[in-house]
T-cell receptor, first 115, second 114 residues
Framework: DAGVIQSPRHEVTEMGQEVTLRCKPI?????LFWYRQTMMRGLELLIY????????DSGMPEDRFSAKMPNASFSTLKIQPSEPRDSAVYFC?????????????FGPGTRLTVL | GENVEQHPSTLSVQEGDSAVIKCTYS??????FPWYKQELGKGPQLIID?????GEKKDQRIAVTLNKTAKHFSLHITETQPEDSAVYFC?????????????FGQGTILTVHP
């Protein structure tokens, strides 16, 4: 298995531009998570989906952020318009929801820089 | 919601020494506690986990202990090696309506000097 796939790996954009981050979870997993990592705030959960349905989006910072999961093998995180404070590494993770265990497999991340 | 505190934020040891990282959690309903290792430029990777019905778990040089009464758990690495140098995160899985959600600690930067 290729693991969780994220694209792009690096994104540099200017303030005000729209940014779309993409994620392909591990085949067979039914939960998908979007995290943001910064030095100041650590690893923050933004939103997570179970069976393609958003379950908890309380971590989404504001209306500029939106996430979709149109099917079990693809998800996007969109920032519109982007701001310099959105600069961070964004991780996607997937897991198979199970009462006994909840191992989340992380992708390599997308490093976003907003100038 | 759940709150996870992790200490220390940085830890420096000599090769061969032991390293201990400690975490506390706030939600008594949390029932699953994983530890992740993050190397530079990569995503976090699970190294060991423990469920709330177990007090201790060991896997070669790493072990995790859990004290449910005190709501704290610890990661122990023995015979440290330079390749153990990384950022380590503890996490707790919440129960109830936020089932499945992991709350992470702030991370510990471990440096093992040869």
């Amino acid at each position: 298995d290729a693991g969780v796939i994220q694209s792009p790996r690096h994104e540099v954009t200017e303030m005000g531009q729209e940014v779309t981050l993409r994620c392909k979870p591990i085949s067979g997993h039914n939960s998908l998570f979007w995290y943001r990592q910064t030095m100041m705030r650590g690893l923050e959960l933004l939103i997570y989906f179970n069976n393609n349905v958003p379950i908890d989006d309380s971590g989404m910072p504001e209306d500029r952020f939106s996430a979709k999961m149109p099917n079990a093998s693809f998800s996007t995180l969109k920032i519109q318009p982007s701001e310099p404070r959105d600069s961070a590494v964004y991780f996607c993770a997937s897991s198979f929801r199970d009462r006994a265990k909840n191992e989340q497999f992380f992708g390599p991340g997308t490093r976003l820089t907003v100038l | 919601g759940e709150n996870v505190e992790q200490h220390p934020s940085t830890l420096s040891v000599q090769e061969g020494d032991s390293a201990v990282i400690k975490c506390t959690y706030s939600d008594s309903a949390s029932n699953y506690f994983p530890w992740y290792k993050q190397e530079l430029g990569k995503g976090p990777q699970l190294i060991i986990d423990i469920r709330s019905n177990v007090g201790e778990k060991k896997d070669q040089r790493i072990a995790v202990t859990l004290n449910k009464t005190a709501k704290h758990f610890s990661l122990h690495i023995t015979e440290t090696q330079p390749e153990d140098s990384a950022v380590y995160f503890c996490a707790a899985r919440s129960g109830g309506t936020s089932y499945g959600k992991l709350t992470f600690g702030q991370g510990t930067i471990l440096t093992v000097h040869p």
